[in-house]
């Protein structure tokens, strides 16, 4: 039977071949597995490194270099301005690097060196664990061209060698093995129903023989090896440092020393790395019932039938089975069955392995950067973090590729399911999300939820991005058809990797939306409050303001988001997806709104200059709220636009072409009427003065936020459009009329559009200077930290070597109370003189930055200090007045300690 034809629902279904072809879900889930284990292992045993290579106690070795620097690294966004903090927190972490990064890779090597071997040993393991013995085909001549003529439909070059199973009962099989020794075994349960029901023999044996054929028995073995891997190298060993913190300081076989805080800190830990171990035997389980499906596929193609088990029958699940098939190695019956009969539904994108996917990017980027951060690699001082942007893109671009591949060829193929490319990037952008709070590394931040609207927001815009991003991934693999490893292939790729890094990539900044809410757009919203109050020309000034100057603000690649915005028109008409005709008719409908654009603009500055103030019009506030309002003109004139091509059946790519043009034209009257100084013809056609309106940043660089903002009105107002005539349709009772599409020609059409884009790019990156800076913010204020930091600061010295030091301290007075009981004249003169010594070491230890705290530790110290000194005096000879007086020092010494053992973060 040939693979472009496959029997189901009742007669041929096209595409047979295509589902061997795509991507398939199995790898993906084996690429989710593989990432969550190895980002897992580097953050596990980062944190074993940074403690027990430097045997510092229970200190974290960040935490101690920002005790050392003086630099508290909190959440909150606030950036302490002394280079000198900053020189010396990198220069202690930088102490870490090599035997950090030696250990991570040592443990990661060792992970991937378990998974090798089990995965070579497993095939002898099963043969002798099993006591399996070869099938001797020289005793049945049938049995043997019976399978013979097997693996030739299975188009098998190298026939496997067939194993039986004397003991096993069951009517099943197995095939195992590696790639230069690949085998089959047969129980003999199944070798016994061949007299009885010979096609559901050979259905059973070649449904063995295509996971040979789909070549995932070395997926299957090596999932099983890198989990049994993961449990030893990983799993195991962080159990027990939860169980047990003392195994990784310098002492491990001290009892442990519980407390609310370590019992929080643990509890806190512990349900994160449950809900990551679920997550990894999910995946690992999820990656065997793929196999049995894309094999159940191939039987089905191979038999011509879309129920070759028909002769088994179906086993009583229990009530908890639908909940037990997420963990199952083996699918259930209603999946075989849509396997069987609708095998090209196996190529449509499943939310939960884009979910799996998600979360397991976002953990492996999350638990990478951690590594890299804590051995001292990555800082502000490189660009680590835009390499690791650039990795976080990549593998988000491929899941999205992926994804597209799969879900045009589902649709070429006769699925039927519109809404499965939006699905799989809403599923994708939720394991992003997930996948953060998720995180191990979380569990000792002071803040592992969202709980701040900007982070809501954040992620709000993500999940937008993300399903927008993929619906355009499987409109470009539609496209792009079977060219897809040609260059046309590359381009797509390209401009889906740039958009993936401009949209989605702000999520890996996502730690430091707070500080740029309250250091940047805090400050910035109110000067821009005064600016509207100050000009009043409409009720709307502040809204127009906020939305122009803080995309203005937060587009801080502005070269790539330009070009990346363009590339969702520019790619889908080098491809050919947009009809010649309907090129030409975008162009000239921009340049026509561009023009309707100039109308308003002259109607703006006319009815400014007879509505404000010359000295208004003159000030600062007035540019900027006149230069937003400029723009704001330029968006709605797109929105309007973008309904009216959509109400003509325009298409998305062809309104956000027509878009681009107009918002072209508006960006370069905008600049020319900042060269100008505000005036020249529109000036003279609205019989305003000079008044330099338009020397400001936003009018300078108007490319920086009017991409932005046409990209949104042109998609509001395709939506609108598409709306009104659907309801028109409805209402008149008319057909829908068939969007023909036809490839695009005409080369010097395509050369313009090209063109038009490389003007924008040209004209962002190098744009004219602005001669006065109205949108900067006064910088008053900013260098002070934020208040309500004591707590986290006082929880940074606690663990960066605070509490071992309040711990020596006590143990050294412990130390000296010995010489007293039975009471030692020279020794506890010795041990007095010792403490005092001791004292001064600890002074050399920064104090906590927290008053209270500080207050505390600095009282202790000179209360122990004090204490022994008299201590020493008195000892020898015998002092009784001394002796109290040192005795009453140590009390207050005492309560000092209690007062700060009570401090210790719960």
Not at 307 to 334: K, L, S, V
Not at 587 to 615: E, I, M, T, Y
Not at 848 to 857: F, G, I, R, V
Request: glycine share 8%.
């Amino acid at each position: 039977m040939s693979e472009q034809t496959l029997a189901g629902d009742g007669g041929p279904l096209r595409g047979g071949a295509r589902l061997f072809s795509t991507p398939s879900g199995t790898r993906l889930r084996f690429a989710t597995l593989i990432g969550l284990a190895l980002g897992t292992t580097a953050l596990v045993h980062t944190n074993f490194a940074g403690l027990m290579l430097h045997r510092q106690g229970t200190s974290d070795p960040s935490a101690r270099c920002q005790v050392r620097s003086g630099l508290y690294l909190l959440r909150d966004g606030w950036s302490d301005p002394d280079e000198g903090k900053w020189q010396t927190y990198w220069g202690c972490m930088r102490h870490q690097t090599v035997p950090v990064l030696t250990w991570v890779l040592v443990a990661v090597l060792l992970l991937l060196l378990l998974a090798a071997v089990l995965h070579r040993v497993q095939p002898t393991w099963r043969v002798r664990r099993r006591r399996l013995a070869p099938l001797d085909l020289n005793a049945d001549a049938a049995l043997a061209e019976e399978l013979a003529a097997l693996v030739r439909r299975a188009e098998l070059t190298d026939p496997p060698t067939f194993l039986t199973d004397p003991l096993g009962h069951r009517t099943g099989g197995v095939a195992f093995g590696h790639r230069r020794r690949r085998l089959v075994c047969l129980d003999a349960g199944l070798l016994a129903l061949r007299g009885r029901d010979p096609e559901a023999f050979r259905a059973v044996v070649l449904h063995e023989l295509a996971h040979l054929r789909n070549r995932d028995v070395t997926v299957t073995h090596a999932t099983l090896a890198v989990w049994r891997a993961f449990l030893v190298v990983t799993l195991v060993p962080f159990a027990l440092t939860i169980v047990d913190p003392m195994l990784v300081t310098a002492t491990p076989l001290t009892l442990p020393r519980w407390s609310h805080y370590t019992l929080a800190f643990n509890a806190n830990t512990a349900w994160r790395i449950v809900a990551l171990v679920m997550l990894v035997y999910a995946s690992r389980a999820s990656v065997l019932r793929a196999r049995e499906l894309y094999a159940d596929a191939r039987v089905a193609l191979w038999t011509g039938t879309a129920d070759p088990y028909r002769g088994f029958t179906d086993q009583a699940r229990p009530r908890f089975w639908r909940w037990h098939t997420w963990w199952a190695n083996h699918p259930g019956r209603a999946a075989r069955t849509a396997a069987l009969q609708r095998p090209h539904s196996l190529l449509r994108p499943g939310v939960g392995e884009m979910l799996a996917a998600g979360i397991a990017v976002q953990i492996t980027w999350n638990h990478l950067w951690q590594t890299l951060v804590t051995a001292g690699v990555a800082n502000a001082e490189n660009s680590w973090h835009m390499v690791l942007r650039i990795a976080w893109s990549s593998a988000v671009a491929a899941l999205l590729g992926v994804s597209g591949l799969r879900y045009a060829e589902f649709r070429r193929a006769g699925g039927r399911a519109r809404g499965a490319a939006a699905l799989s990037g809403l599923a994708l952008g939720l394991g992003l999300v997930a996948g953060r709070f998720l995180d191990v590394a979380a569990a000792g931040r002071e803040r592992s939820l969202p709980v701040t609207w900007i982070g809501a927001a954040d992620a709000l815009l993500l999940l937008g991005c993300a399903t927008a991003v993929s619906c355009w991934a499987g409109y470009l693999a539609g496209l792009l058809g079977s060219r897809r490893r040609s260059r046309h292939g590359l381009l797509a790729a390209a401009a889906l990797l740039l958009l993936c890094y401009v949209l989605l990539g702000r999520w890996t900044e996502e730690d430091g939306a707070d500080g740029v809410l309250r250091y940047l757009l805090a400050p910035e919203s109110a000067q821009l409050r005064r600016y509207a109050a100050e000009v009043g020309w409409t009720t709307w000034d502040s809204g127009a303001v906020h939305a122009v100057v803080f995309a203005f603000i937060e587009d801080s690649d502005r070269v790539l988001m330009v070009a990346a915005l363009a590339a969702l028109w520019l790619v889908p008409l080098l491809l050919g997806g947009i009809p010649m005709p309907r090129v030409r008719a975008a162009l000239l409908a921009g340049l026509g709104a561009g023009a309707a654009w100039a109308v308003l603009d002259v109607a703006l500055r006319a009815a400014a200059h007879r509505s404000v103030a010359a000295g208004v019009r003159a000030g600062d506030a007035f540019a900027v709220v006149f230069s937003s309002w400029e723009i704001v003109g330029i968006a709605a004139v797109q929105l309007v636009l973008s309904v009216l091509l959509a109400r003509r059946r325009f298409g998305l790519p062809s309104t956000l072409l027509a878009c681009t043009v107009t918002g072209a034209v508006g960006a370069a009257g905008l600049v020319g009427l900042h060269l100008a100084d505000g005036c020249g013809l529109v000036g003279a056609l609205a019989r305003t003065t000079c008044t330099r309106t338009m020397d400001d940043a936003l009018a300078a660089r108007p490319l920086q936020v009017v991409p932005i903002l046409g990209t949104v009105a042109a998609l509001v107002g395709a939506a609108l459009g598409g709306g009104l005539r659907l309801l028109r349709e409805r209402t008149e009772g008319l057909a829908a009329v068939p969007d023909h599409r036809v490839a695009a020609g005409g080369r010097t059409v395509r050369v313009v559009a090209v063109a038009i884009v490389a003007a924008c790019v040209a004209s962002v990156a190098f744009p004219p200077a602005a001669t006065r800076d109205v949108l900067k913010v006064d910088e008053a204020g900013r260098s002070a930290p934020p208040p309500n930091r004591g707590e986290a600061v006082r929880a940074i010295w606690y663990v960066g070597g605070g509490w071992d030091r309040i711990l020596g301290v006590q143990r050294r007075m412990g130390w000296m109370f010995e010489a007293f009981q039975p009471f030692d004249p020279a020794m506890a003169q010795d041990r007095c003189t010792q403490l005092a010594s001791s004292v001064r070491d600890a002074r050399a230890f920064p104090a906590p930055p927290e008053a209270t705290s500080a207050e505390a530790w600095t009282g202790l110290l000179d209360s122990v200090e004090r204490g022994a000194e008299l201590c020493a005096k008195a000892a020898d000879p015998f002092d009784d007045s001394l002796m109290s007086e040192s005795a009453r020092s140590f009390k207050a010494a005492n309560a000092r300690m209690a007062e700060l053992v009570a401090m210790v973060p719960r």
